[in-house]
Nanobody
Framework: QVQLQESGPGLVKPSQTLSLTCTVS??????????WSWIRQPPGKGLEWMGA???????YYSPSLKSRTSISRDTSKNQFSLQLTSVTPEDTAVYYC???????????????????WGKGTQVTVSS
């Protein structure tokens, strides 16, 4: 059973950097074909995919956030992390980490499902 757990400060000041870590147990973040994602949900709004890091270390980011987002990993600790710079109150949200699991492929297209999620952690941006 794969388990993910988010950790980090629940309060960040405007203009500073939001930093969160996802600790994974029950599976390795380097196992072939899995991606590891960050998703957030502002109050009263839907889910927003932020980005991911692949099993081999490649990064993928949402176009709307790529200028401020960095995802990294520490394979020795089986962790991956999120950094979001220059935050504003609009970045207040519940932040989730999740695993993207490959389902099948057709030609150049690969299909994934986010099959394991952390419980989420509330981050508030406020002075």
């Amino acid at each position: 059973q794969v388990q993910l757990q988010e950790s980090g400060p629940g309060l960040v000041k405007p203009s500073q950097t939001l930093s969160l870590t996802c600790t994974v147990s029950g599976g390795s973040i380097t196992t072939n074909n899995y991606f590891w994602s960050w998703i957030r949900q502002p109050p009263g709004k839907g889910l927003e995919w932020m980005g991911a890091i692949a099993y081999e270390g490649s990064n993928y980011y949402s176009p709307s956030l790529k200028s401020r987002t960095s995802i990294s990993r520490d394979t020795s600790k089986n962790q991956f992390s999120l950094q979001l710079t220059s935050v504003t109150p609009e970045d207040t949200a519940v932040y989730y980490c999740a695993r993207d699991s490959p389902q099948y492929y057709s030609g150049s297209y690969y299909y994934y499902v986010m099959d394991y999620w952390g419980k989420g952690t509330q981050v508030t941006v406020s002075s």
